[in-house]
C-alpha cells in the first residue's frame, strides 16, 4: 500500500483558507445587534484621517475585510513581533435608552491587538507603547500602520493597539457604539491596563502613547486625563478643536456627530459639548513630556485647529515640543510615508520617544 505524499499548501491558500469556513450567516451574526430605533443607513465615507475611513459599517464585507486584514499583521509583522489579538471590557455604552433591558448596562466588548518584540529581554523591565488608530469610524489598518508599527517594534517596543467603540470591522451596533473624544478615551487607557497586567515585564513607568489625526486627538485626551500614567506622548496632526473643525467640514462630516446614536445635536445646538471633547479646552491639564507635529497644508485637519491648541497651550505656560511642517509634501500624511522628510520626520519622533521610554534599540 503506497503512501501518499503530503505537500504543503500554497501560502495564498494557507492565508485566507480561514476565511472560506466563514458561511454568510456568520458574518450576519458577527458583532452585536443594532439598538432599537438606531437607524441602519451608513454616513457617506470621508477621508480617512479625521472622517470615517474604512468599509462601510454593519454590513458582511466590513467584517470580512476586517479578518483578512488581520491575517496580514502576520505576514507583515510575524518575522519580527509576537502577535495577538485579545479582548477585554470597557465602560457599558451611555445610550442605551432601556438600561432595565438583558444586559443594556454590561461593560462593552473591546478588541486590542498586541505586539511584542521577538528578540526582547524579558527578564528586564521594559517599555510599552500605546498606538491608537486614526479615524471617527476606522480600525488598525496594515495599509497604514504596518511599517509604522514595525519601527517600534524594531526599535524594541512592546505595542498594544486598541479598536475602541465606533471602530469599522466589527459590526453595527459596534460603530454606533462610538462616542467621539468621551467613552473611546477610556477604551485606549484601559488597553493600557490590560497589557500592563498581562504581562509583567512591561515597565508601567516608561509608558508612551502615539496617535495621527484623530489618534492624536485620542493621544492628548488621554494624557490631559491621566498625566502620571504616561511618560511621553506623540501626536501627529491631531484634530484639535471640534468647535473649528465642524465650522470648515461639510454636512456629512458633521452628520457622523449628530447622528442619533452619537451626540444627537449639532455644534449650533450644543458647542459645550463639542468643546468638552475638544484637547484645546483641556490645555490647563498637560503635565506629560508632549511633542507635536503639524503641517500648514493638511487637507484633513486644518493648521488652525493644531494653531488654536499650541497657542492654548502656551497660554497656560506649559512646556511642550512641537514642529509646523510648512507645506511638507503628502498633507495629512507627510510623515507617515517613506520619503526622505518622512523618514527624518519619524526620526525626530522616536528620538523623542526614547529621551523618556529607553528602548533596548533606539533609532540610530
Same mark, same amino acid.
Not at 39 to 51: D, E, F, I, K, R
Not at 79 to 98: L, M, Q, R, S, W
Not at 127 to 150: C, E, K, M, N, Y
Not at 293 to 299: A, L, Q, R, S, V
Given at each position: 500500500?503506497? $503512501?501518499?505524499?503530503?505537500r504543503?499548501l500554497?501560502?495564498?491558500?494557507?492565508?485566507?483558507?480561514?476565511?472560506l469556513?466563514? #458561511?454568510?450567516?456568520?458574518?450576519?451574526?458577527?458583532?452585536?445587534? +443594532?439598538?432599537?430605533?438606531?437607524?441602519?443607513? #451608513?454616513? @457617506?465615507?470621508q477621508?480617512?484621517?479625521?472622517?470615517a475611513g474604512?468599509a462601510?459599517?454593519g454590513?458582511? $464585507?466590513?467584517?470580512?475585510?476586517?479578518?483578512?486584514d488581520d491575517?496580514l499583521? %502576520?505576514q507583515?509583522?510575524g518575522?519580527?513581533a &509576537?502577535? *495577538?489579538?485579545? !479582548? %477585554?471590557?470597557?465602560? @457599558?455604552?451611555?445610550?442605551v435608552?432601556?438600561?432595565k433591558?438583558?444586559?443594556?448596562?454590561?461593560?462593552? =466588548?473591546?478588541?486590542?491587538y498586541t505586539?511584542?518584540?521577538k528578540?526582547l529581554?524579558?527578564?528586564?523591565k521594559?517599555?510599552?507603547?500605546?498606538?491608537v488608530?486614526?479615524?471617527?469610524h476606522?480600525?488598525?489598518?496594515?495599509?497604514?500602520?504596518a511599517?509604522l508599527?514595525r519601527? =517600534?517594534? &524594531?526599535?524594541?517596543?512592546?505595542i498594544?493597539a486598541?479598536?475602541?467603540?465606533?471602530?469599522?470591522?466589527?459590526g453595527?451596533?459596534?460603530?454606533?457604539?462610538?462616542? %467621539?473624544?468621551?467613552r473611546e478615551?477610556?477604551?485606549?487607557? =484601559?488597553?493600557?491596563?490590560?497589557?500592563? &497586567?498581562?504581562? $509583567?515585564f512591561l *515597565?508601567?513607568?516608561?509608558?508612551?502613547?502615539v496617535?495621527w489625526?484623530?489618534?492624536?486627538?485620542?493621544t492628548?485626551?488621554?494624557?490631559f486625563?491621566?498625566?502620571?500614567?504616561?511618560?511621553?506622548?506623540y501626536?501627529?496632526?491631531p484634530?484639535?478643536?471640534l468647535?473649528?473643525?465642524?465650522? %470648515?467640514?461639510p454636512d456629512?462630516y458633521?452628520q457622523?456627530y449628530?447622528?442619533?446614536?452619537?451626540?444627537?445635536?449639532?455644534?449650533?445646538?450644543?458647542i459645550?459639548?463639542?468643546r468638552?471633547?475638544?484637547?484645546?479646552?483641556h490645555?490647563? !491639564?498637560l503635565d506629560?513630556?508632549?511633542?507635536?507635529h503639524?503641517?500648514?497644508?493638511?487637507?484633513?485637519?486644518?493648521y488652525? !485647529?493644531? &494653531?488654536?491648541?499650541?497657542?492654548?497651550?502656551?497660554a !497656560?505656560g506649559?512646556?511642550?515640543?512641537?514642529k509646523?511642517?510648512?507645506?511638507?509634501?503628502?498633507?495629512?500624511?507627510?510623515n507617515?510615508?517613506d520619503?526622505?522628510?518622512?523618514?527624518q $520626520?519619524r526620526k525626530?519622533?522616536?528620538?523623542?520617544?526614547a529621551k523618556?521610554?529607553? +528602548?533596548?534599540?533606539?533609532? +540610530?
Amino acid at each position: 500500500m503506497s $503512501s501518499a505524499v503530503r505537500r504543503p499548501l500554497p501560502t495564498t491558500f494557507r492565508l485566507f483558507a480561514p476565511l472560506l469556513l466563514l #458561511t454568510p450567516l456568520a458574518f450576519a451574526q458577527e458583532g452585536p445587534a +443594532p439598538r432599537a430605533g438606531a437607524p441602519s443607513g #451608513t454616513p @457617506p465615507a470621508q477621508t480617512p484621517g479625521g472622517g470615517a475611513g474604512g468599509a462601510q459599517p454593519g454590513g458582511n $464585507s466590513d467584517i470580512v475585510l476586517k479578518r483578512i486584514d488581520d491575517l496580514l499583521w %502576520y505576514q507583515k509583522l510575524g518575522d519580527i513581533a &509576537e502577535i *495577538d489579538k485579545d !479582548e %477585554y471590557t470597557g465602560p @457599558p455604552d451611555e445610550h442605551v435608552k432601556n438600561k432595565k433591558a438583558p444586559g443594556a448596562t454590561n461593560p462593552i =466588548l473591546l478588541h486590542c491587538y498586541t505586539f511584542i518584540p521577538k528578540n526582547l529581554d524579558r527578564s528586564k523591565k521594559q517599555p510599552l507603547i500605546v498606538f491608537v488608530h486614526q479615524g471617527v469610524h476606522a480600525s488598525l489598518d496594515t495599509s497604514i500602520d504596518a511599517h509604522l508599527i514595525r519601527e =517600534l517594534v &524594531e526599535q524594541g517596543y512592546s505595542i498594544v493597539a486598541t479598536d475602541y467603540r465606533g471602530s469599522t470591522g466589527y459590526g453595527n451596533g459596534f460603530y454606533q457604539n462610538i462616542d %467621539y473624544g468621551g467613552r473611546e478615551v477610556d477604551d485606549v487607557y =484601559l488597553g493600557m491596563k490590560f497589557m500592563l &497586567e498581562r504581562y $509583567s515585564f512591561l *515597565d508601567p513607568k516608561r509608558v508612551g502613547i502615539v496617535g495621527w489625526s484623530h489618534g492624536g486627538l485620542i493621544t492628548l485626551m488621554n494624557i490631559f486625563a491621566h498625566p502620571h500614567d504616561y511618560a511621553v506622548a506623540y501626536a501627529g496632526v491631531p484634530v484639535s478643536d471640534l468647535v473649528a473643525r465642524m465650522g %470648515y467640514e461639510p454636512d456629512t462630516y458633521r452628520q457622523l456627530y449628530s447622528a442619533p446614536y452619537h451626540l444627537g445635536e449639532d455644534v449650533h445646538d450644543d458647542i459645550a459639548e463639542y468643546r468638552k471633547r475638544s484637547p484645546v479646552t483641556h490645555a490647563k !491639564e498637560l503635565d506629560t513630556p508632549l511633542l507635536i507635529h503639524t503641517n500648514t497644508n493638511d487637507e484633513d485637519v486644518n493648521y488652525l !485647529e493644531v &494653531e488654536h491648541l499650541i497657542q492654548a497651550l502656551k497660554a !497656560e505656560g506649559k512646556k511642550f515640543d512641537y514642529k509646523v511642517y510648512d507645506n511638507a509634501p503628502g498633507g495629512h500624511y507627510f510623515n507617515r510615508m517613506d520619503t526622505p522628510l518622512a523618514i527624518q $520626520s519619524r526620526k525626530e519622533v522616536y528620538e523623542f520617544l526614547a529621551k523618556y521610554l529607553h +528602548p533596548d534599540h533606539p533609532t +540610530p
